[in-house]
C-alpha cells in the first residue's frame, strides 16, 4: 500500500460515510487537524494535573497546610486521580481514531496530523511551566554539574560556565600577557 493525492474514498472511518467532493476532503483534513491538537491538549492537561497541587493550587501559608486533613487529602487525590484517567481515556481514543485516518493512505491526513500535532507541543505543551526547557542545563560553579531549578533565582542574568575541574596528574600553569 502506497500513500496518494486521492482523497475521494468510501466508507471512510465508517460505512456510508464518503468523502465525494474537495469540501469533504477539507473538512475531513481539518477534523484530522482538530484531532491531533486535541491530543496534544489533552497531554497539556494531563501534565498539568500531574503537577498541580493536591492542598490547593496556590500558595499558602504552612499553618494553613496543616489545617487540611488527611481524610480531605485522600479525597482530592482520588478525585484527581479520576480526572486524569478520564483524560487518558480521551486521549487514547483520539490517538486511535487519529491513527485510523492517516492509515487511509492519502497523504493529505498523513502531513496534516504531523503538522498538527507539532504545533500543537509548540502551542501547548513546549514551555510550560511545569517543566524545564531541554535547552536550558544550568551548570554551576561548585562541584555539582547540574543545580536544582529552585537554586536559580533569576534565569535572564545566569551566566553559563563550565565548572573547572583539574585532574590529579595535571598542572595548571598561569598565561602571562
Do not use: W
Not at 39 to 67: A, C, K
Amino acid at each position: 500500500m502506497t500513500y496518494n493525492f486521492k482523497c475521494y474514498q468510501n466508507n471512510f472511518l465508517f460505512n456510508n460515510l464518503n468523502i465525494t467532493s474537495f469540501g469533504d476532503c477539507f473538512g475531513s483534513v481539518i477534523a484530522c487537524m482538530s484531532f491531533a491538537l486535541l491530543i496534544e491538549l489533552s497531554r497539556g492537561i494531563d501534565l498539568y494535573l500531574r503537577n498541580y497541587s493536591v492542598t490547593g493550587n496556590h500558595p499558602r501559608s504552612h499553618s494553613s497546610l496543616n489545617q487540611l486533613s488527611e481524610k480531605t487529602i485522600r479525597k482530592r487525590r482520588f478525585g484527581l486521580h479520576i480526572v486524569r484517567t478520564l483524560v487518558r481515556l480521551v486521549q487514547t481514543a483520539l490517538s486511535y481514531i487519529l491513527m485510523l485516518m492517516v492509515m487511509n493512505n492519502f497523504v493529505g491526513f498523513l502531513f496534516s496530523a504531523v503538522i498538527a500535532l507539532g504545533i500543537g507541543y509548540y502551542l501547548l505543551n513546549g514551555v510550560h511551566p511545569y517543566t524545564r526547557s531541554a535547552n536550558h542545563v544550568h551548570i554551576s560553579n561548585a562541584n555539582s554539574e547540574i543545580t536544582n531549578p529552585t537554586d536559580i533565582t533569576n534565569e535572564n542574568e545566569e551566566i553559563l560556565q563550565a565548572p573547572v575541574t583539574t585532574t590529579p596528574n595535571t598542572r595548571t600553569l598561569p598565561i602571562n600577557t
